[in-house]
């Protein structure tokens, strides 16, 4: 029988990314989404609202795996408003879900949530584990609440659970990778406020193996961070970019250049640029779980060079 992943919240960056990479494998692919974008190889587009319970469900029914990204995206402004539908948004979807995968005769075996390592908060140089201490500001707050709503969710059918801690993930088609690189071969691909931020990153291609490997490791169950073991510091990420693009030194943007710029250009929190943290994938290295990208300069190179040509 052909393996069937169902992805709510999936037409996305990560969400397009992780179908390409199972229908490439030959599994079935169902993507849950607000807006339906026409139908690939093995990939189809089904109309959910991320709230209640639809007709999306019988989806679930027989399936081998969900992969919930659904959340309302943290690239906007922090007001009130932004705040409440961006951790809204998250329950919401995780509760959908499990009250539809209680309505299954033959539901999934393994659920693997989206989560994020600004659970962790602004450390510094303090490097994170899986069993570092959580933060309490507002990201790390909704984090906290996205993962109880699921681990602590009533599953009839006692499925495998697992939560990835999202890093900063690097693809070829989409996140955050595309317009640094523009800046950078525009020569403006300089350090972001004081450089010292760490960014723990990952290739988009590791996190795809990341979440085939949780699903076919009966081991696999709680939370785990996806990201690279070589987290670094946002300086050395922008020096590696501009040498993977054949770009020189370029100017900083100060700090209060980066806020101003988000918060009126942009549209954005400027803590997303200007704050992060290093952390480490322990539970996926001690568990088995391969890297095939560990290197930054390497990744640059293969997702805006080798790609680029292919």
């Known amino acids: 029988m052909t393996p069937k992943v169902i992805i709510p919240g999936g037409s996305g960056f990560l969400g397009s990314s992780l179908a390409a990479h199972f229908a490439n494998l030959g599994w079935e692919v169902v993507i849950l989404s607000r807006s339906i974008k026409p139908d690939k190889r093995l990939v189809r587009f089904v109309h959910w609202d991320g709230r209640t319970v639809g007709s999306w469900a019988a989806e679930l029914e027989g399936s081998t795996a969900v992969i919930n990204l659904a959340g309302r995206s943290v690239a906007c402004l922090d007001n009130e408003i932004n705040r409440k539908a961006i951790l809204e948004s998250r329950v919401s979807a995780v509760d959908a879900i499990t009250a539809a ?55 009839k059918s006692n499925p495998r659970l697992v939560a990835f801690r999202i890093g900063f993930i690097l693809g070829a088609k989409g996140g955050a990778l595309a317009p640094l690189s523009l800046l950078t071969r525009l020569f403006l691909g300089g350090t972001t406020g004081s450089g010292k931020q760490y960014i723990s990153w990952a290739h988009i291609n590791d996190f795809c193996r990341m979440c085939q490997w949780a699903i076919q ?18 300086k050395v990420f922008m020096k590696q970019l501009r040498q993977a693009l054949n770009r020189p030194w370029s100017p900083p943007a100060p700090a209060w250049a980066v806020t101003l710029i988000s918060k009126t250009v942009m549209r954005v929190n400027p803590e997303l640029a200007l704050k992060g943290r290093a952390c480490l994938p322990e539970r996926l290295l001690k568990e088995g779980f391969s890297f095939n990208y560990t290197q930054l300069l390497e990744t640059f190179k293969d997702l805006l060079i080798t790609q680029k040509n292919v």
Do not use: M
Request: aromatic letters at 10%.
């Open 217 to 234: 490791t009966d081991s696999a169950r709680g939370q785990y961070n996806a990201c690279a073991p070589t987290p670094v510091t946002n």
């Open 101 to 155: 995968l209680n309505t299954c005769s033959n539901p999934p075996k393994i659920l693997i949530q989206a989560s994020t390592l600004a659970l962790y908060g602004n450390k510094g140089e303090v490097v994170c584990t899986e069993e570092s201490p959580h933060a309490d500001d507002f990201f790390a707050e909704v984090t906290k609440a996205w993962e109880n709503a699921f681990f602590k969710a009533q599953y």
